[in-house]
Structures are given as structure tokens and as C-alpha cells.
Antibody
Framework: EVQLLESGGGLEQPGGSLRLSCAASGFSFSSYAMNWVRQAPGKGLEWVSGISGSGGTTYYADSVKARFTISRDNSKNTLYLQMNSLRVDDTAVYYC?????????????WGQGTLVTVSS | EIVLTQSPGTLSLSPGERATLSCRTSQSISSSYLAWYQQKPGQAPRLLLHGASSRATGVPDRFSGSGSGTDFTLTISRLEPEDFAVYYCQQYGSSRITFGPGTKVDIK
């Protein structure tokens, strides 16, 4: 069974940093692209970033480019999101999502999310 | 950036009724790059359809999708109690992914 478990969320001040992790199991992690998608309280879904299976290619939404860095450690089956220069509007539940075998941009499995709150 | 518009914002229906949800894109896209997700309160989203009309694994056949170009539709043929949720369309293009604002299907 595919499982994705996010961690690392919490309360941080504006301008601060957080690193999110997503531990994956139940599939060949290095064979699939992975993504981060966020959802502000009471709002819709926003794709944040994606990374290829090898880690060699990364993609970012304009709203986080140059502030967030996606990475992965295939030896640990873990996906990361380093978030710097945090802003109040980065407050959201952050989900990690597995890319499907037919396209990295289709998310066929999601974790339960970790809440990031940015507030002074 | 391709903007997605979903209508209606809320759809109030009874179990057993047919639901028709619309998703429009600001530019024409390949249907291969259009997906639909379902999200229930307090849960993560779930992939329903990809390629505009292909059901994901385990999705009941009462869910169907159609469309091309800029107009896409998700149809639920007969609403079951577990189908009351928010539905999002999503597109991929130029290494960017965007979601629509969602349609909430609630019980009338």
C-alpha cells in the first residue's frame, strides 16, 4: 500500500524558515516524480513544486520560486521542501503528492498533510 | 499562466440525482493534461479522472468526464451519499500546474 507521511510543519515567524519532509513507502520511490501542493485554510489547492524521480529536474510555482527548494533522498525514500523567507500567505496545509506513471503532473496518491502557520 | 474557472461554485442536489460540473481553461489545452480531484472535509484530495475522461484506479463508473479545448465536464450519473464533496479540475502546461477554485456538491 502506498503511504506518504508529511512532517515538519508548525508555527514560524515571517521571514523564517522551515523544512518539510515526506516519508514514502509501498512503491519504488525513485521511479516516480513527487510534488508539493498546498491549501490555505478554507481555500482551494495550489501546486507548489515538483521534482523528477532522479531529482535532476525541478519545477516551481512563481509564488515560491527563489524562496522554496524541493529535493529528495532516494536512499531514504524521503521528499523535502525547504521553505525560506516565509510569508504570512504561505500559511497552509502542505501535502506531498506522488506523480503517476503516466505523467508527473497527475497526482495519484496524497499524504494527509502538515500544517504550516506563518504569523508573528 | 493558464487560469481555470469552475461552475457552479456550489451545486445542491439530492442523492440519486445527476451532477454536471464545468471546468473552463483560459487557453486551449490538450485533454491529456486535464484531471479531476475529489476532496472531502478533513481529507486529502483524491484523483478521480485523468486525461479528461480516464478514471483512476478504483473510481466508480458513475464518474465520467468529457471535453476538449477549453471546456471540460465532470458528470456524476447518480449521486451517492459519499459523493458530496468538493471537486477540483487541474491542468498542466509549460511546466506549470494550476487548479480551478472548486465546485462544492452539497446535499439539498
Amino acid at each position: 500500500e502506498v503511504q506518504l507521511l508529511e512532517s515538519g510543519g508548525g508555527l514560524e515567524q515571517p521571514g523564517g524558515s522551515l523544512r518539510l519532509s515526506c516519508a514514502a513507502s509501498g512503491f519504488s520511490f525513485s521511479s516516480y516524480a513527487m510534488n508539493w501542493v498546498r491549501q490555505a485554510p478554507g481555500k482551494g489547492l495550489e501546486w507548489v513544486s515538483g521534482i523528477s524521480g532522479s531529482g535532476g529536474t525541478t519545477y516551481y510555482a512563481d509564488s515560491v520560486k527563489a524562496r522554496f527548494t524541493i529535493s529528495r533522498d532516494n536512499s531514504k525514500n524521503t521528499l523535502y521542501l525547504q521553505m525560506n523567507s516565509l510569508r504570512v500567505d504561505d500559511t497552509a496545509v502542505y501535502y506531498c503528492a506522488k506523480g503517476s506513471s503516466s505523467g508527473w503532473y497527475r497526482f495519484d496518491c496524497w499524504g494527509q498533510g502538515t500544517l504550516v502557520t506563518v504569523s508573528s | 499562466e493558464i487560469v481555470l474557472t469552475q461552475s457552479p461554485g456550489t451545486l445542491s442536489l439530492s442523492p440519486g440525482e445527476r451532477a454536471t460540473l464545468s471546468c473552463r481553461t483560459s487557453q486551449s489545452i490538450s485533454s491529456s493534461y486535464l484531471a479531476w480531484y475529489q476532496q472531502k472535509p478533513g481529507q486529502a484530495p483524491r484523483l478521480l479522472l485523468h486525461g479528461a475522461s480516464s478514471r483512476a484506479t478504483g473510481v466508480p463508473d458513475r464518474f465520467s468526464g468529457s471535453g476538449s479545448g477549453t471546456d471540460f465536464t465532470l458528470t456524476i450519473s447518480r449521486l451517492e451519499p459519499e459523493d458530496f464533496a468538493v471537486y477540483y479540475c487541474q491542468q498542466y502546461g509549460s511546466s506549470r500546474i494550476t487548479f480551478g477554485p472548486g465546485t462544492k456538491v452539497d446535499i439539498k
